[in-house]
């Protein structure tokens, strides 16, 4: 992909006073606030109104997450030959097709659990376009010097959709029933394909006669990530951490809504909680890592996140309700923050050492090892649930992640005060 970025090659102040980027982020915080309607909407629909059980639970989360594993690789390859914001207003319109269609289902009095994982499929199909595409997205758009200052405000916004989405939805819940939350999402959706159509940028597709083979522009990508001593380290932690992570979170609908009986208000206040510490930690990120180091806060953010995690399988073993939910709420909020400050520190480090023509591939390469792990771990989760029990599959999840943080801790990112740029010639 050859393109020019909206301004000069170093920082040029505020992204407030850039019209295109503030379009951009407006579009990318309605498409955020109706996905968190709908990170909730899902799993009430599921367990509460059709008693979807463990293993049901498991095949739900597959659904939306296999398609980083089927076409994570060749999308990125895709996304470097196409106008990427094309390709994100396509993926946006997709996605409230696939949620409108949850409620007229439901009106319908049609709805069953396959639908739902049909529907996931779709959307998740979707998602894997945009989200490679807005990753590459970003460097496009602003320069070089403000893309750590855009992800920031991306983040912070997205953390504020977090915790406003699943309040709203689990107040609008006790007046309406979950499958009317998706046509909030599908709304968010659209409007997000709106704000993108009014984004301005100066990518230019690659010519038809400069492309390579796919297989030829996939192993490219693929083999810069292997080969990078940073990046293929941050791949192995985040891909190792997903998939502990999502034996966790798999079962954690379960366990509120069923188990502690807290209904879909107390799992709206725990996701609200886990992105007010998101909120905070994209604000924490720039002066943590001056004070701690640029590279030496992504270990430290590792292991803090896998401590956080312990309070979990606690709550999962306590009777009583207060307790269960005072201790989800504590991990929630600290693991948001941590992973949070994780997140953006890896996620600008690899916009910056990456060449322009790479960063579709890379993302997709990426998106490939630390998304493609996590339906293979929500499917573990449900049949291990249903076999050995709830409470044994969130320790399992808890135990692992510590191992997971290995190959950061150990890595030149511990004790690195600043993390590299690109080097000329990559």
Not at 24 to 37: D, K, N, R, V, Y
Request: proline content about 6%; glycine content about 10%; overall charge neutral.
């Amino acid at each position: 992909m050859t393109a020019e970025p909206t301004a000069a090659g170093e920082e040029t102040g505020s992204l407030l006073l850039d019209r295109n980027f503030t379009t951009f982020w407006a579009g990318h915080a309605m498409s955020q606030l109706g996905a968190q309607i709908g990170q909730l909407a899902l799993p009430v629909l599921a367990v509460a109104m059709l008693r979807a059980t463990e293993f049901e639970v498991g095949v739900l989360n597959a659904a939306g997450l296999v398609a980083f594993l089927v076409v994570g690789l060749p999308a990125g390859a895709w996304v470097d030959r196409w106008l990427k914001r094309r390709t994100m207003i396509a993926a946006d319109l997709a996605r409230a097709a696939a949620m409108a269609a949850v409620p007229l289902l439901w009106w319908g009095g049609m709805l069953q659990i396959w639908h739902l994982y049909v529907i996931a499929a779709i959307a998740g199909t979707a998602t894997v376009f945009f989200e490679v595409s807005y990753q590459s997205y970003v460097p496009v758009l602003v320069a070089p010097g403000n893309v750590g200052q855009a992800n920031s405000k991306l983040e912070a916004t997205a953390q504020i959709a977090r915790i406003g989405g699943p309040a709203a939805g689990g107040l609008v819940l006790t007046v309406v029933t979950a499958p009317v939350l998706f046509v909030g999402e599908a709304l968010g959706y659209l409007l997000s394909a709106v704000f993108l159509t009014r984004t301005r940028d100066r990518e230019m597709a690659v010519p038809a006669a400069d492309r390579r083979p796919l297989n030829a522009e996939i192993k490219e990508g693929l083999a810069y990530v292997v080969r990078h001593p940073l990046i293929s380290r941050i791949a192995a932690c985040t891909g190792a951490m997903n998939f502990c992570g999502m034996l966790i979170f798999t079962m954690m609908p379960v366990l509120i809504l069923r188990d502690l009986g807290l209904g879909p208000q107390g799992m709206g206040l725990i996701m609200g909680a886990g992105a007010v510490g998101g909120l905070l930690g994209a604000m924490a990120a720039p002066r943590l890592a001056v004070w701690l180091g640029e590279g030496t806060v992504i270990p430290l953010c590792a292991v803090a996140s896998s401590v956080f995690l312990v309070p979990v399988p606690v709550a999962a073993m306590v009777t009583q309700p207060g307790i269960g939910l005072a201790l989800l709420l504590l991990h929630e909020f600290c693991f948001g923050f941590v992973v949070l400050v994780y997140n953006i520190m890896q996620l600008s480090m690899r916009q910056r050492v990456c060449p322009p023509r790479l960063l579709g591939r890379m993302n997709a390469s990426i998106r490939f090892v630390v998304w493609g792990v996590m339906p293979l771990a929500a499917l573990a989760s449900g049949l291990l649930a249903e076999h050995i029990g709830l409470v044994a599959v969130i320790w399992i999840g808890t135990a692992g992640s510590f191992l997971a943080a290995a190959p950061v801790v150990f890595s030149p990112l511990m004790g690195m005060s600043k993390l590299p740029d690109q080097v000329e010639g990559n």
